[in-house]
């Protein structure tokens, strides 16, 4: 797992044999909360109510890896789920998942954090190169 200073959300690499994909999921707990699945940009989210303030949870696939999402709901609290299939590339498949709180102050709605979440994935899809000669 990798956590870059001023990201909401942390690498992870999953390494497995014997399988093309895998599945990585966000609850729903009392599903009271928005679901956002972005195809294109390959992530989903969860944007909920948490006491007087709300929580936002996300999944997005690393360029390459999603392969779709999935909904499951049940009547169940914290057994509803929203899931994020990934493909297995040589034995490993990439995502970055995380949170923010709106007290933290760092996106006023789920409209900012959605667009966090969008860029990110536009970041991951075109890096940064830089050439030194």
């Known amino acids: 797992m990798t956590l870059d200073k001023g990201s909401n959300l942390t690498q992870v690499v999953v390494q497995v044999d014997g399988v093309d994909d ?6 729903l707990h009392e599903n009271d909360g ?3 699945i972005d195809s294109l940009g390959g992530w989903v ?4 109510p948490h006491g007087d303030s ?4 996300a ?4 360029p390459g890896f999603f392969l779709g999402s999935e909904v499951v ?4 609290k914290d057994l509803s789920h929203i899931y994020l299939n990934l493909d297995v590339k040589d034995g490993k498949s990439v995502y ?12 006023e709605d789920q409209g900012e954090w959605e667009t966090y ?3 990110f994935a536009q970041q991951l899809d075109n890096p940064l190169e830089i050439a030194i000669e």
């Open 34 to 36: 928005e679901i956002t």
């Open 73 to 76: 709901n049940t009547e169940l």
């Open 59 to 62: 999944i997005v696939a690393a």
């Open 96 to 107: 970055y998942t995380g949170f923010s709180w709106k007290e933290s102050n760092q996106f």
């Open 117 to 119: 979440l969008s860029r």
């Open 45 to 48: 989210s969860y944007y909920q």
């Open 22 to 27: 895998i599945w990585a999921g966000l609850t």
């Open 54 to 57: 709300f929580l936002a949870t």
